[in-house]
């Protein structure tokens, strides 16, 4: 294989002339030929007998080309890839210029590697939001303890909004029996809206012991179609009415409930978690506007083919995580209310941004002179084997040094660009 001519083109791509020879082809024709044989069967051969120039005089000279070329093509990408002066991304695209007993012509189009020329990136000015958490707050974050510590006792007393009946019902419609219709012994939460609009307030003023018909409507987008929009009586009989027994807001119900000694002591610890999540999410959208800056003020020339090879990546993962939670993606899709070609545009503009993002934190880890040590890159790999629990070994082994390094260069990159950056 001959590397004849590297032409570069605009938008970072580069036309690469490759010629093979007409012994590297002659050669690769033979090794196709060996492996299909066998399922070749001409008049007068058992299978797999028949000489290969008799196949070819058959179906053609060129029968086996195709086949040939694919099987030369990962070594020729190979050879090319150690062409120092090429950096490759994405995905190559390959034109045939001639192909024959003589050898093969192509011309391959790759992707390289662009580098983002930086404008301003230290000093950046962007909008940062104040945070604070009101009582109000605070007073909805102590609700799942106070869900978690409520208990419900049996009351002799009619069902009243909030209460808990427990109930046999079964569902007709024009006096038959419908299937699903039908529970026993069945705790409803009188005002969750958990049964069909209507049910759950007709139970009030019921008391133990006591039957009730209760007439209902379906709701016209009701999941069952032969019920959606038709009235329907449900025969019911409440056997026992519970009551919801709140704990009192004090210091023994913070001892109960959390590691502290004073009911102002656990709120004091909402109010500041509250306060950092907020905080959070604050500093995230502050950096995420400041690295918008730093990319609009840089100049990078992205190969369209880079794009669509890290939005494959990211379909693929998506697809992957998704099979690993036992739903199909198309599935998830449809919950989510889209569908592929959707989802593929908004993952190509996460796609593009990503690549901009990485290739601002290199040109500025370039421009800083930033340098990373082995400490780092230990200090980086402890840190990731205590985030996913894993042994510090197998981050090791599934991150090179080099990966590690390139991380631990990135971060302090995005540092020097965050850390000078002004919150306006």
């Known amino acids: 294989m001959n590397l004849k001519n590297v032409e570069k083109k605009e938008n970072n791509t580069a036309e690469l002339t490759v010629e093979i020879s007409g012994a590297e082809f002659e050669a690769a024709i033979n090794k196709v030929y060996s492996k299909v044989k066998h399922q070749i069967a001409l008049p007068g051969f058992r299978k797999g007998k028949a000489p290969r120039k008799l196949v070819e005089k058959m179906y ?22 150690k062409n120092d002066e090429l950096e490759i991304v994405g995905y190559p695209k390959t034109d045939v210029k001639a ?9 391959i189009t790759v992707g390289l590697m662009p580098v983002a020329k930086l404008g301003e990136y230290k000093g950046i000015a962007a909008p940062k939001g104040e945070v604070s958490v009101s009582d109000e707050e605070v007073e909805s974050a102590l609700k799942p303890y106070i869900s978690r ?15 808990t009946a427990v109930i046999d019902f079964e569902g007709f419609m024009d006096g038959v029996a419908f299937p699903g219709g039908k529970g026993e012994n069945y705790d409803l939460k009188i005002g969750s809206g958990s049964f069909i609009p209507g049910f759950e307030e007709q139970l009030v003023g019921v008391s133990a012991g006591e039957e009730k018909d209760v007439v209902v409507t379906f709701p016209e987008q009701y999941q069952a179609a032969e019920l959606a929009g038709k009235e329907a009586t449900f025969k019911c009989k409440v056997h026992e009415v519970k009551e919801d027994q709140v704990p009192a807001l004090d ?3 913070a001892k109960d409930v959390s590691e502290f000694e004073t009911l102002e002591e656990m709120k004091a610890d909402l109010r500041a978690k509250a306060l950092a999540q907020k905080e959070q999410g604050v500093k995230a959208e502050f950096e995420k506007a400041v690295m918008s800056a730093v990319i ?3 100049e990078m020339d992205i190969p369209e083919t880079m794009v ?5 990546k990211m379909m693929e993962n998506y697809e992957a995580r998704m099979q690993g939670s036992g739903l199909s993606f198309d599935q998830y899709l449809n919950m989510m209310g889209t569908n592929r070609a959707e989802f593929r545009t908004t993952t190509k503009a996460q796609a593009l941004r990503q690549i901009q993002v990485e290739l601002v934190l290199k040109a500025v880890a370039e421009a800083e002179a930033i340098e990373v040590s082995d400490e780092e890159v230990e200090a ?5 084997a205590e985030q996913y629990g894993m042994e510090i070994e197998k981050v090791k082994a599934a ?7 390139r991380d631990v260069k990135m971060d302090k990159a995005s540092k020097v660009i965050y850390d000078s950056a002004v919150a306006e």
């Not at 053609?60 to 890839?81: K, N, R």
């Not at 980086?380 to 990731?384: I, S």
């Open 60 to 81: 053609g000279t060129g029968v086996f080309y195709e086949d040939a070329l694919e099987e030369m093509y990962p070594s020729i990408m190979e050879e090319i890839m």
């Open 99 to 107: 192909m024959g007993p003589d050898g093969v012509e192509l011309v």
């Open 149 to 163: 510590a409520t208990t419900q006792v049996v009351v002799d007393r009619p069902v009243a909004m909030g209460d």
């Open 251 to 253: 210091d023994e119900f």
């Open 296 to 298: 609009e003020k840089a």
């Open 308 to 312: 669509e090879y890290e939005t494959d």
């Open 380 to 384: 980086h790999a402890q840190e990731l």
């Open 399 to 405: 991150l090179s040094a080099d990966v590690l390094a």
